[in-house]
C-alpha cells in the first residue's frame, strides 16, 4: 500500500457530484497508418491490456479511511476489469466538430468511480465532417483522477499506450503484477495513529525549510526583485462564482513556430508568456462581447512542476504555482505581452524565494477529514459568489511529444486537453503541444459560459492580433515586383 499525499489526497476531498477532480484529453487518431487500415475495438482493448504495466495508475484504486481520518492508500485492485475501464461510442452524421465539442464534454461531466481505478477510455467514432481531418479518424477521450496524476506524470501514462512507429509496437511485457487484499479497517486505523504521531516532527522539518525562504523572500523585496504590489485578489467575472453540473469544450490550434517567432518581440519572453498573452486577449474580447469587462487586470494560476528527474514515473502530484496577471485591461497586444512577461518574472521569483518545493510540501498538513467537510460546505452553502476570488482561471501547460505518436497503429493527428472547474474558478485553460501545434483547449461550466465558441473565437482573434504586431509582413525584395 502506498498512502496519498496530502496534495493527491486534496483532489478526492474537494469532489462533490458538481465537482469531479478528473483531468483529461482528446487525442484524435487516423487508423489508415495501422496494420490492415483499420483498428477494431477488440484490438484496441487488446492494445491497452498489454501496456497496463507501464503506468501504476491503470490497476490501483482508493482505500478510504472511515470519516476520512486520515489520507487514502493506493492498493492493487483485486477486482481490476479492463472492460469497465475501455468504452465505445459514435456520433452521429455528420459527426462534425461542434458534435465532438458537446459529446466530450458530455462525458467529461460524469465522475469517475472512486471504488475503481481512477480512469476511463472512451473510443469515439464517427468523425467524418471535421475541417483538417482525414475521413474515418477516431477519438480517445481519456479520463483520469487528479488524485493519481498531475500534467507530467499524465505525460508518462500517455507514453504507455504509443509508440513511435505504426508497425512496430514494441509491446511491454508482461510483469508480475499481483493483487492486493482489502485492508481491514483495523489496519487502517493503526496506520492514521502512527502517522499522526509523526506529523509534529514533519511539520518542524518543513517549517524548517521555509524559514530560509522566507528570508530570502525578505531580501529579495527589500533589493526591488520582487515586487508585492500586484499581490491582491482578482476582480470578480462571470466565471468566479459556483459551478453547476454540466461542462463546455473547444480547442484552438495553432502553429508552434507563430508562437515561437511572437515571443521574440519582447526581449525575454517566453512561449508561456505568448500563451498568456493570448488567453488574456481572449477573455477581453469575450467579456468585451458581453459588456462585461472588468477595469483590472485578470489573473491566471499557472502549475509549476516541482518534480524532480527521478520522480518522472511517480504516482500523484507534485506541482506548485504562481498567479499573473494576464493584462485584460490592456487593448494593445504586444504592451499586454510586455505586461504579461513582467508579471510571470516577478511571481516566479517570488515563488523560487520561498522555494516551490517547500510550498508544495505544507499540503501535507491539511486535516483529511475537515477538507472534505470544508470543501461540502463551500459547495452547499454557495459561498464562492460572496467573494473575490484568488485568481480567474488556471493556464496549465503540457508538454507533448514532437515527434508523431502512434496508438495501436493509428497515427495521431491532433491532441487536446481537458480539466477539472470548481466553485469560484469556472474556466481553465489546457495548453498541449504536438509536433509542430501548440492548441489551447479549454474546459468550462457551461452555465457561466453558454457560448463557448464566442470564446474561441476571442482566442483566435487575440493570436491573430499578436501575431499581425509582434511578426511584421517579409518585405519584398529589393527590384522586385509587387502584385496588386
Same mark, same amino acid.
Given at each position: ?28 487518431? $487516423? ?38 481520518? $486520515? ?7 483485486? !477486482? ?12 452521429? /452524421? ?7 465539442? #458537446? ?68 509491446? #511491454?511485457? &508482461? ?81 508552434? !513556430? ?6 521574440? /518581440? ?28 472588468? !477595469? ?7 502549475? #509549476? ?62 486535516? /483529511? ?15 464562492? &459568489? ?23 497503429? !493509428? ?57 499581425? /504586431? ?15
Amino acid at each position: 500500500m502506498q498512502q496519498l499525499s496530502g496534495q493527491d489526497a486534496s483532489f478526492v476531498y474537494l469532489e462533490t457530484p458538481h465537482t469531479p477532480m478528473h483531468i483529461g484529453s482528446v487525442g484524435i487518431y $487516423d487508423p489508415s497508418t495501422a496494420p490492415g487500415g483499420f483498428v477494431r475495438f477488440k484490438d484496441i482493448l487488446d492494445f491497452v491490456g498489454s501496456r497496463l504495466g507501464g503506468a501504476r495508475s491503470f490497476r490501483q484504486r482508493l482505500v478510504r479511511l472511515p470519516l476520512d481520518l $486520515d489520507h487514502p492508500y493506493w492498493i492493487e485492485d483485486p !477486482a481490476f476489469d479492463i472492460e469497465f475501464h475501455i468504452r465505445h461510442i459514435a456520433l452521429p /452524421a455528420p459527426g462534425d466538430w461542434r458534435q465532438l465539442c #458537446i459529446q466530450v464534454a458530455r462525458l467529461h461531466s460524469r465522475p469517475l468511480d472512486l471504488s475503481k481505478p481512477l480512469w476511463e477510455f472512451t473510443i469515439i467514432e464517427g468523425l467524418d465532417n471535421i475541417e483538417g481531418l482525414p475521413k474515418g479518424c477516431f477519438a480517445l477521450l481519456a479520463k483520469v483522477h487528479h488524485a493519481a496524476i498531475d500534467g507530467m506524470s499524465g505525460v508518462e501514462l500517455s507514453a504507455a499506450i504509443h509508440d513511435l512507429s505504426p508497425d512496430k509496437p514494441n509491446r #511491454i511485457a &508482461n510483469d508480475d503484477w499481483a493483487a492486493d487484499d482489502l485492508p481491514g479497517v483495523a489496519d487502517l486505523l493503526v496506520k492514521s495513529y502512527f502517522n499522526a504521531l509523526r506529523k509534529p516532527l514533519q511539520y518542524a522539518e518543513t517549517m524548517a525549510r521555509a524559514v530560509p525562504g522566507l528570508a530570502r523572500l525578505s531580501q529579495s523585496v527589500s533589493k526591488g526583485d520582487v515586487s508585492l504590489a500586484n499581490q491582491k485578489l482578482a476582480p470578480k467575472t462571470r466565471l468566479n462564482g459556483k459551478v453547476g453540473p454540466h461542462r463546455v469544450f473547444d480547442a484552438v490550434p495553432m502553429p508552434l !513556430a507563430d508562437i515561437r517567432a511572437i515571443k521574440d /518581440a519582447v526581449p525575454g519572453a517566453t512561449v508561456n508568456d505568448v500563451i498568456l498573452a493570448i488567453v488574456g486577449g481572449g477573455l477581453r474580447h469575450y467579456l468585451q462581447g458581453l459588456g462585461e469587462l472588468p !477595469a483590472e487586470t485578470m489573473t491566471a494560476m499557472a502549475p #509549476i512542476s516541482v518534480r524532480a528527474e527521478g520522480e518522472k514515473a511517480a504516482l500523484g502530484n507534485l506541482v506548485s504555482a504562481m498567479v499573473v496577471g494576464l493584462g485584460t485591461h490592456i487593448g494593445d497586444p504586444i504592451e499586454r505581452l510586455r505586461y504579461v512577461h513582467g508579471e510571470a518574472v516577478n511571481s516566479k521569483a517570488l515563488t523560487n524565494a520561498v522555494g516551490a518545493r517547500t510550498l508544495t510540501d505544507f499540503s501535507q498538513f491539511m486535516p /483529511a477529514g475537515l477538507s472534505g467537510i470544508a470543501a461540502r460546505l463551500y459547495t452547499r452553502l454557495g459561498a464562492a &459568489n460572496a467573494h473575490a476570488p484568488v485568481f480567474n482561471t488556471v493556464v496549465t501547460n503540457v508538454p507533448g511529444s514532437r515527434v508523431p505518436l502512434y496508438f495501436a497503429g !493509428a497515427r495521431m493527428v491532433a491532441m487536446y486537453g481537458l480539466a477539472p472547474v470548481f466553485d469560484s474558478m469556472g474556466l481553465i485553460n489546457t495548453i498541449y503541444s504536438y509536433v509542430d501545434t501548440i492548441a489551447i483547449s479549454f474546459t468550462a461550466d457551461r452555465e457561466m459560459m453558454p457560448d463557448p465558441a464566442a470564446y474561441a473565437d476571442g482566442l483566435r482573434k487575440a493570436y491573430e492580433e499578436l501575431k499581425a /504586431a509582434a511578426v511584421p509582413a517579409a518585405k519584398p525584395k529589393k527590384g522586385a515586383k509587387q502584385h496588386a
